[in-house]
């Protein structure tokens, strides 16, 4: 079972989540998060796959209740670096891991890492 089979749901998985994810894995892809911050809520968790803390965080994420007027987009930074280092230029976010940005009207309103992300509140 592969990373993207677990997080996506194409197997099954050892939690209930219900969030759909989408797998951001294109630079293009960051313009339509910006051009759709402008009606939609966008959420970019940045998830190290390598990571002990990151996967621990995002299992607790997944079980948060996320209004379905959020976009969320799910990132494997080691093997998109490149798509990582350019949303933290894009958004002027100094790269962390794992890392939440909350993207609204193009700009980055909110974002933060590690434990402190699940405190975010997500509108």
């Given at each position: 079972m592969g990373f993207s089979d677990t997080i996506f749901g194409s197997k099954p998985s050892d939690d209930t989540s219900s969030l759909q994810w989408n797998s951001l894995t294109e630079l293009s892809q960051l313009d339509a998060i910006v051009k759709d911050s402008n009606t939609k809520t966008q959420v970019i968790f940045k998830h190290s796959i390598r990571c002990?803390?990151?996967?621990?965080?995002?299992?607790?994420?997944?079980?948060?209740?996320?209004?379905?007027?959020?976009?969320?987009?799910?990132?494997?930074?080691?093997?998109?670096?490149?798509?990582?280092?350019?949303?933290?230029?894009?958004?002027?976010?100094?790269?962390?891991?794992?890392?939440?940005?909350?993207?609204?009207?193009?700009?980055?309103t909110k974002h933060d890492s590690h434990y402190d992300l699940l405190n975010l509140e997500i509108e």
């Amino acid at each position: 079972m592969g990373f993207s089979d677990t997080i996506f749901g194409s197997k099954p998985s050892d939690d209930t989540s219900s969030l759909q994810w989408n797998s951001l894995t294109e630079l293009s892809q960051l313009d339509a998060i910006v051009k759709d911050s402008n009606t939609k809520t966008q959420v970019i968790f940045k998830h190290s796959i390598r990571c002990g803390i990151s996967s621990a965080v995002l299992k607790q994420f997944k079980k948060k209740t996320i209004e379905d007027s959020v976009d969320l987009h799910l990132l494997d930074l080691i093997n998109y670096r490149t798509l990582s280092n350019e949303i933290a230029s894009k958004f002027n976010v100094i790269h962390q891991s794992p890392q939440l940005l909350i993207i609204k009207s193009g700009k980055a309103t909110k974002h933060d890492s590690h434990y402190d992300l699940l405190n975010l509140e997500i509108e």
